[in-house]
């Protein structure tokens, strides 16, 4: 029996008691030693696992460090340790972070280890609610402690999830820079920024996009424009499809619920979401210069109607707007020209007549209007965003059908104020390949433009809805040898396929040097990828466009090659193989002076100019396999206006191949045209000596009743070995019907074109002269342009001799025959004159010659899998003006290019 006390001290009374303290002090260490092993056998086994232990809740007061997955990662004390290398293989110091941070679903379940790439949620009702994430990032235990985007440096912007089965496939593609193409009149877009997600099945496919242009990438917005686009085209037959479309951009307040009506329709933002204090009503001459009538108010009224449902028109209260502009006739106000009436109403005085502005909740204008009206409003809320002084800013609301002049379309127009909250889309599409000769392709699109009126006390606001439409077809009938085309189109005066875009602050800036909207519809005329207009979150290509110099489809420019913005045509030895634009030849079907292939501007690529509906239409006969002969008729004119282009013409073309001796083509047009719709451009001008820009060209419209006259012919002459003879002509003549002050009564252009190149081979080295001949005479169509002829002679002599002969590649030179060796020196001379025979031109005024030297060493090798070309050399060029001293120009150059080919 052992008995013991306990206080403060604890005391045995059996002799054993030391013997005994230490055989409990020995068993507790066993028993944590055996602890120890099986934790050990646990980690031979299967590696390190966590798992709870009572040795977590030790009371001890230094820190505690467990098992880790990764023990690298946190720093244990000097006196622990659990490696035996004996018993288990060694572990190598990793980052733990190299493989990212376990994330989970919505429901809690574990989904790997890794990074987050992307990330967009919008939740509602809340500040800040919609998020885009792209830009997350991680640093590297140990590194400099520099961050790694994960979207843009691991995955290049582009991230994509794909799945395949028996039924179909279906891919979701995550980034910036994404080609987005549903129908022409409803989204084209080369580089898309946000959500694609596809589907193919048997008989179906579609697209669907989602995107929130106003900011793309990363931030927290309240206030955004948000896009979806969805595209399903439908199996319809063996060569049939027909395809469904809708495109919607609205405005997003994330504060707000879901309580204003369908959300695609858009909502305000917060800074629309105000009182309105001012509106302005004008009435403008839709076609200013055409017609002796006019726009004509007989009469005007403004309807209020407040949050009770209570209508008030404006005279009841004795509420009138202050009337500016217009000139009276008849007891009614007319604006012609320039002339513009202007109806200000001032809501914030509506307080002295018992009728607060800020319990209105919808805002209606009537007015009495006859012949070519145009209607135009603004607010104080629709200004261009600037936070001091803002400027208000009209918006067209509607525009009078033709131009009428006789009082026929007079009617009271009631219009809803509101501001835009959304833009949408509609449309159906069909394609019918070939059925017994017959083929055809269209689209029918409604265009639905949303507005509300604002009102910070209602969770609902009035909404109103401007709509139009936009549709073509165009049918080809095959009967050999005769075909017919027809095509007919009428898009809407106010169709449109873009958007405003709202900045963080809720505001939108309805004006701006860079346009803040959003295109559903880009301008890319060159067809580059690049649009040409400058827009908000888009890559522009710098304002520079090549319409229709793509041939060879490498996104450059056939005639800048070079990419220094200097046409190879006025470069020395490059001239040799470019030609002017003006020898191509090119329908003008929009009789403005340029080839329709070749014209820029800055509107949207639809697939006929919007305001205009119309037809064409043509029959062809192929006589022979290189022979056809054509005859059409084209007839459209504007929608709002009195425009109209009507025109007879007729096409023979030959294309025959000589077989080893070259190719032969030749072109015959003719056109009797009746044209006043002006097709103002944006094109490329080169001056002599300076880099080229872009300019507005204005259509002079030199088709007003005209004849038309284009001849063309080029052939392509291979004289034996290394001899090659290229010649082209044109002859072009406009003959006005009708004397007109401001054009030529007879105005063209006249070129003559010939080069030849000859290689003559000395060894493995070879000799090449060339020469060139262009001459050119040009009548412009402004009378008070003069007119001038011009010819210029180019001399070129080319010398190649290859080195280290004994390394060579099996490569030939395009067109030439040559073997191409690694290592070569190439030596050039040119010597060219121009002689302005008569007259002066815009880019040059006077004659002058040029001498160019080039000597050039280049060598290709294989470095790194890649084929690396070296160039080492120098250029000299002399130009003499006439009576003015001849500067000399040097240039030193070494370049280095690496390529798969």
């Known amino acids: 029996m052992i008995l013991c006390e306990f206080g403060t001290k604890s005391r045995c009374s059996t002799p054993y008691a030391g013997v005994l303290r230490v055989g409990v002090v020995w068993g507790i260490c066993m028993l944590l030693l055996l602890a120890g092993v099986a934790r050990a056998q646990v980690y031979d086994q299967g590696g390190p696992l966590l798992r709870y232990t009572p040795d977590y809740e030790s009371p001890q007061m230094h820190e505690w460090y467990g098992l880790r997955s990764l023990p690298e990662a946190y720093v244990q004390p000097w006196y622990y340790t659990d490696t035996e290398y004996a018993r288990q293989y060694y572990t190598r110091y990793l980052n733990r972070q190299l493989e990212g941070r376990e994330f989970f679903d919505t429901f809690g379940r574990s989904q790997g280890v890794g990074w987050q790439v992307y990330t967009w949620s919008q939740e509602q009702p809340g500040a800040r609610g919609s998020i885009i994430d792209k830009k997350r990032r991680f640093a590297s235990v140990g590194s400099s402690g520099v961050g790694l985007n994960v979207y843009s440096g691991f995955f290049t912007n582009l991230v994509i999830a794909a799945e395949k089965g028996r039924r179909g496939a279906w891919a979701l593609m995550v980034g910036d820079e994404i080609s987005a193409y549903f129908t022409p009149l409803t989204f084209a877009k080369p580089r898309f920024n946000g959500v694609r997600l596809d589907w193919a099945g048997e008989k179906v496919k579609s697209t669907l996009l989602l995107s929130r242009p106003s900011q793309p990438d990363d931030q927290e917005r309240t206030n955004a424009t948000h896009l979806m686009g969805g595209h399903a085209q439908f199996q319809a037959g063996p060569q049939t499809t027909i395809g469904l479309t809708y495109v919607n951009a609205h405005n997003v307040q994330t504060q707000e619920e879901f309580a204003d009506g369908n959300p695609l329709r ?299 913005r200097v046409p190879d045509y006025q470069e020395p030895f490059l001239r040799w193989a470019a030609d002017r634009p003006e020898f191509l030849f090119g329908m003008d079907l929009n009789h403005n002076g340029w080839a329709d292939r070749f014209e820029n501007d800055d509107l949207p690529d639809y697939p006929y100019r919007a305001d205009h509906r119309g037809f064409n239409a043509y029959w062809q006969a192929r006589l022979s396999p290189e022979f056809r002969l054509l005859a059409g008729r084209q007839d459209f004119r504007l929608r709002s206006g009195d425009g109209r282009t009507d025109s007879w013409y007729t096409l023979a073309a030959y294309d025959a191949s000589l077989g080893r001796v070259g190719r032969l083509r030749l072109f015959a047009h003719g056109a009797r045209v009746r044209d006043n719709i002006p097709d103002p451009l944006i094109q490329w001008f080169q001056p002599l000596n300076a880099p080229g820009v872009m300019r507005q060209v204005r259509d002079l419209l030199p088709g007003r009743d005209t004849w038309k006259l284009l001849l063309y012919g080029d052939a392509d002459e291979r004289l034996g070995p290394g001899l090659r003879l290229q010649h082209r002509a044109k002859w072009e003549r406009w003959r006005q019907r009708q004397p007109d002050p401001d054009l030529r009564r007879s105005a063209g252009f006249v070129g003559l074109m010939d080069k030849l190149s000859w290689q003559v081979p000395l060894g493995l080295a070879f000799w090449e002269p060339r020469w060139k001949s262009e001459y050119r005479r040009e009548r412009p169509f402004n009378s008070r342009l003069p007119a001038s002829t011009s010819l210029e002679q180019t001399a070129i002599v080319l010398f190649t001799q290859p080195l280290l002969a004994e390394h060579t590649q099996v490569g030939y030179f395009p067109g030439r025959g040559r073997q191409l060796f690694a290592t070569e020196l190439q030596l050039g001379l040119e010597r060219s004159w121009f002689w302005l025979l008569k007259g002066t031109r815009e880019e040059v005024e006077s004659d002058y010659s040029s001498w160019t030297w080039v000597g050039q060493l280049s060598n290709r090798t294989a470095y790194q899998g890649y084929l690396l070309v070296t160039r080492l050399g120098m250029e000299m060029e002399t130009r003499r003006l006439a009576h003015e001293s001849a500067p000399r120009n040097s240039q030193v150059f070494l370049s280095v290019n690496a390529g798969l080919r």
């Open 266 to 564: 858009g909502a305000l933002t917060s800074n629309e979401n105000q009182p309105l204090e001012k509106l302005w009503v004008r009435v403008r001459d839709d076609s200013p210069g055409k017609g002796l009538v006019g726009a004509r108010l007989a009469g005007y009224e403004i309807v209020l109607t407040d949050t009770n449902g209570r209508q008030v028109r404006g005279r009841e209260l004795g509420f009138v707007p202050r009337v500016s502009g217009g000139i009276a006739q008849d007891s009614r106000l007319v604006a012609q020209d320039g002339e513009s009436i202007l109806l200000e109403y001032d809501l914030s005085t509506l307080k002295s007549e018992g009728f607060d502005t800020g319990a209105l909740a919808q805002v209606q204008v009537e007015l009495a209007l006859a012949n070519d009206y145009r209607v135009e409003v603004a607010s104080n809320l629709q200004t261009d965003g600037e936070s001091f002084n803002p400027e208000i800013v009209f918006l067209p609301l509607r525009r009078a059908r033709g131009n009428v002049q006789d009082n026929t379309n007079a009617q009271v127009l009631k219009l809803d104020y509101g501001l835009p909250v959304g833009n949408e889309l509609l449309g159906l599409d069909w394609n019918l390949v070939e059925w017994k000769g017959l083929s055809a392709q269209g689209e029918l699109v409604l265009n639905r433009r949303y507005r509300r009126y604002p009102n910070p006390l209602r969770p609902s606001h009035h909404q109103s809805v401007d709509q139009d439409g936009a549709a073509f077809l165009q049918l080809a009938y095959q009967w050999q040898p005769f075909s017919l085309f027809c095509e007919s189109f009428a898009i809407g005066q106010g169709y449109s396929t873009a958007y405003w875009l709202a900045d963080a602050d809720g505001r939108l800036k309805y004006k701006n040097p860079t346009p803040q909207l959003y295109e559903f519809v880009d301008d890319d005329d060159d067809q580059d990828r690049r649009p040409e207009w400058q827009r908000p979150f888009s890559t522009a290509s710098n304002e520079v466009a090549w319409p229709g110099y793509d041939e060879n489809q490498d996104f450059r420019n056939d005639y800048d090659q070079n990419a220094n």
